[in-house]
Structure formats: structure tokens, C-alpha cells
């Protein structure tokens, strides 16, 4: 199951942590990238990219599920990965990285806008994290992880907020169900679905982090390593 292939990521990589001092926190994020942290990146980053493509294509059963539910439901499945990155990783350009690769994966699609807002968000969030010694402090990785959970919905509000017209006549040339794209506009123009959406997405972004975050605290305690 999914929950498996993440329980397993963090048990494989976890043990390998041994603990730091504030100041070694610092200089270990301030450091040069190593070849193992390449490719813990790449791999995690491979990893959520492909848990946020099998949740949307199992949501887009019921418009409902695909609109309002499934940017909420991915976040809070990404969180504990995403902050396991963050905290296994703690290098500056980590979150950078990965969500270029989720705007390339996009651009792959053919949806081009969304890798410069990806890029956007991980430079958002480094700079959340840029501080030495963040990615150790539960806090800053939390709020990177609400953040960047959030701003996925940028993938539903963008057409809308920059090209309805040029969106809207592509879908009906491409032969796109005319109840998906009344659905759509009903959910993210309507300012009470709209306001749902968001304040879901919000806090599942968030719950996320917090599940995340107390897993390796968690994995530290039971290892004596806190």
C-alpha cells in the first residue's frame, strides 16, 4: 500500500541519521551537496512525484472527489515524505529541487505554467528554510511543508486566474465534458466552495507536516538518538 512504500522509505533511511549539535546543524547545511544526498533527493522526489500522479488518477472517478477532496488528501499523503527530505537531506535547494521536478512532470503534461510556479513555491519554501539549522527545527521544516502544500492548489486556480478564455476554449476543442468544466467553475468561483477547498487543503497540508515531523522525532526517541 502506499502508506507501506512510505513507513518503509522512513525505515530504510532514518538509522542512518546520528545526532548534531546546533552548530554542526548549521555547518552540515551550509555544506556542499553529496553524492548521497543527490540521491536521497532524487529518489524521495521520484517517490511523491509518483503518489501525487496515482492519487489523481484515482480521484478523477467523481468531480467532487478530483476538485474539492484530492489536492487536500495528496498534501497530507506527501507531508511525511516531504519532511523526511527536508530533515534526512538538510541541504539548501532540497525543496527546490523537488518541486521542479513536480512542475517538470507538469510541463511533461503539457500544463507549461506550472513549473515556473513549482519553482515559484521551492523558492518559497527555501527560503523558509534558508536559515542554518532549519531543516533540524520540527517549526520551519512544519511550516515549509504547509506552505508547499498549499500552493499545489495553484494547479486548480491558475487557469482560471490567468487564462479562462485560451483554458476554456482548449478544453472544448479537446472534447472535454461540459459537466466537468460546469463543475469546475462552480467549485473554485463559488467563494463558499472556493473558501472550503482552500481551508481543507490547508489543513491537510499542515496535518502533514505534523504527522510527518513526529514519525522521525518519534523514530529518533525509540533509537535513543533524543
Known amino acids: ?71 487536500g488528501v495528496i498534501v ?21 529541487a523537488y518541486l521542479t521536478m513536480v512542475g517538470m512532470a507538469y510541463l511533461a503534461s503539457g500544463n507549461w505554467y506550472l513549473l515556473p510556479w513549482y519553482v515559484l513555491v521551492g523558492l518559497i519554501c527555501e527560503a523558509i528554510l534558508w536559515k542554518g539549522g532549519s531543516c533540524q527545527d520540527p517549526r520551519k521544516v512544519i511550516a515549509a511543508c504547509t506552505v508547499s502544500g498549499f500552493l499545489h492548489q495553484g494547479t486548480n486556480l491558475l487557469p482560471i486566474v490567468l487564462f479562462w478564455d485560451t483554458y476554456y476554449a482548449f478544453s472544448t476543442s479537446a472534447g472535454q465534458d461540459p459537466a466537468y468544466v460546469k463543475d469546475y467553475l462552480l467549485y473554485y468561483t463559488n467563494p463558499a466552495w472556493l473558501a472550503f477547498i482552500l481551508a481543507f487543503t490547508l489543513a491537510c497540508a499542515l496535518t502533514g507536516g505534523v504527522i510527518g515531523s513526529r514519525l522521525i522525532q518519534k523514530h529518533f526517541q525509540k533509537a535513543g538518538v533524543l
Open 76 to 96: 497530507l499523503v506527501l507531508g511525511p515524505v516531504y519532511t523526511l527530505l527536508v530533515t534526512r537531506v538538510a541541504k539548501r535547494g532540497a525543496s527546490l
Open 1 to 71: 500500500t502506499r502508506s507501506e512504500v512510505v513507513t518503509g522509505v522512513q525505515t530504510c533511511a532514518l538509522p542512518i541519521f546520528v545526532y548534531r549539535g546546533k552548530e554542526d546543524n548549521v555547518r552540515e547545511q551550509s555544506s556542499g551537496w553529496t553524492l548521497r544526498d543527490i540521491i536521497t533527493t532524487v529518489l524521495l522526489s521520484v517517490v511523491m512525484v509518483v503518489i501525487q500522479a496515482a492519487l489523481n488518477i484515482i480521484f478523477m472517478f467523481n468531480n467532487f472527489a478530483s476538485m474539492v477532496l484530492s489536492t
